[in-house]
């Protein structure tokens, strides 16, 4: 059964820089395609960024273009999101999640989505 931690959450002032790791346990996350979602209060879950199981192919949320860039280690079996000039509308409870299919990713329903990890906290504020 595939486990994921997420990590590396914290406050930050606007303009800022965080990464957040997500590391899996129980299988190897080799065949996995991964993606962030976050959750403001009072709004949906919404995806962030994801990438296929070989690194190969990224995609991002238009909100999140040129500011945050994923990446994946698979030797570490772990995800990075890599999130620079944070802006306040960031704060989030960001989420790692993983399945095997790289579309259910892309599109990013989050019923459809098969692994999730419990969340960290991303808070943009001076």
């Known amino acids: 059964q595939l486990q994921l931690v997420e990590s590396g959450g914290g406050l930050v002032q606007p303009g800022g820089s965080l990464r957040l790791s997500c590391a899996a346990s129980?299988?190897?996350?080799?065949?996995?395609?991964v993606g962030w979602f976050r959750q403001a209060p009072g709004k949906e879950r919404e995806g962030v960024s994801c990438?296929?199981?070989?690194?190969?192919?990224?995609n991002y949320a238009d909100s999140v273009k040129g500011r945050f860039t994923i990446s994946r280690d698979n030797a570490k079996n772990t995800v990075y999101l890599q999130m620079n000039s944070l802006k306040p509308e960031d704060t989030a409870v960001y989420y790692c999640?993983?399945?095997?299919?790289?579309?259910?990713?892309?599109?990013?329903?989050?019923?459809?989505?098969?692994?999730w990890g419990q969340g960290t906290q991303v808070t943009v504020s001076s």
């Open positions: 990438i296929n199981s070989s690194g190969s192919a990224t």
């Open positions: 129980g299988v190897t996350l080799d065949p996995y395609a």
């Open positions: 999640a993983a399945d095997l299919s790289w579309p259910a990713l892309v599109v990013g329903v989050p019923g459809s989505i098969d692994y």
